[in-house]
């Protein structure tokens, strides 16, 4: 069984930065893909990025091209969402999830319980 634990969400000020970890633990991740997602009140649960754990191939949804980063440490099975130029629009929970590639939320298949990202304008 794989669990995904995410930490680092909080308060922040719009234009501001957040460091999100997810840590997996369990049976080997190596065939797998960490992704990110996210899901604001009252709107669908969206794709944000992932990341291969062989070869650190990575994708990105459109609405955080170019101030987003994903990244994963392998020895420490923990991903990582580093956060840049924050809007009041990613204000939502975000969840790590472990699965195939892809974007969509049935392509994976563990998921962690999520943290909250506010941004404040």
């Known amino acids: 069984q794989v669990h995904m634990v995410e930490s680092g969400g909080g308060l922040v000020q719009a234009g501001g930065s957040l460091r999100l970890s997810c840590v997996a633990s369990?049976?080997?991740?190596?065939?797998?893909?960490t992704g990110w997602f996210r899901q604001a009140p009252g709107k669908e649960r969206e794709f944000v990025a992932a990341v291969r754990w062989i070869g650190g191939s990575t994708i990105y949804g459109d609405s955080v091209k170019g101030r987003f980063a994903i990244s994963r440490d392998n020895a420490k099975n923990t991903v990582y969402l580093q956060t840049s130029n924050l809007k009041s629009e990613d204000t939502a929970v975000y969840y790590c999830?472990?699965?195939?590639w892809g974007t969509g939320e049935n392509d994976y298949d563990v998921w962690g319980q999520g943290t909250q990202v506010t941004v404040s304008s």
């Open positions: 369990g049976r080997t991740f190596s065939p797998y893909v």
């Open positions: 999830a472990a699965g195939r």
